[in-house]
């Protein structure tokens, strides 16, 4: 999955419906995914942030927001759903290799700086393999992605010249 910026010509979420009447950022997102375009995108990353909607933007709890009360329930596109951070939380860990493997791909692709393409899939399932044994600690993750051939093999990026 990549991070990267929206198509051109995708609009801003819009605050209100009418003068006067705020939405929720529910609300407003629900408005932008009817944009089919936007709704390819968003079917697939929303629910996520749905669920963990009841936490503000430093951490805090929450039932309202500027719009109105929150809705953290969420369905997947494969049917899957769940509401709130522990109905997220037992979704992620139904699924331990789908959520090891995502997490891998992110941590490897910031660590070689650079987007993931197929070669990379037999590293990924590599570092899997070694951090299972110990239940997919983190520093183990951490340590399988530091000795894999491509992180010792990648090449640093040549700096530009000055030209002053």
């Known amino acids: 999955m990549s991070s990267s910026p929206p198509p ?15 939405l929720t950022l529910r609300q407003q ?7 089919a375009v936007c709704a390819s995108c968003h ?7 749905f669920a963990l909607e009841n936490f503000d933007v430093i951490g805090r ?4 927001d500027e719009g109105g009360e929150i809705e953290p329930s969420a369905k997947l596109p494969n049917g899957a759903a769940f509401s709130g ?3 997220l939380r037992d979704y992620l860990l139904s699924r331990p290799d789908e959520f ?6 992110r941590l490897l692709t910031y660590a070689l700086g650079r987007e ?16 299972e044994a110990g239940g997919y600690r983190f520093q183990d993750l951490i340590v399988a992605i530091v000795n894999s051939a491509p992180f010792q093999m990648r090449q640093a990026q040549a700096k530009p010249k000055d030209r002053s």
């Open 8 to 22: 051109p010509g995708v609009p801003p979420l819009e605050d209100s419906a009418k003068k006067g009447e705020t």
């Open 29 to 35: 997102i629900e408005r932008h995914r009817k944009n």
């Open 43 to 49: 079917a697939r990353m929303d629910p996520m942030g």
């Open 61 to 64: 709890w929450r039932t309202r």
């Open 85 to 87: 951070p522990q109905g």
């Open 100 to 105: 090891v493997s995502a997490t891998v791909s």
């Open 116 to 131: 993931l393409d197929a070669r990379d899939q037999p590293t990924i399932r590599r570092i899997m393999r070694e951090a």
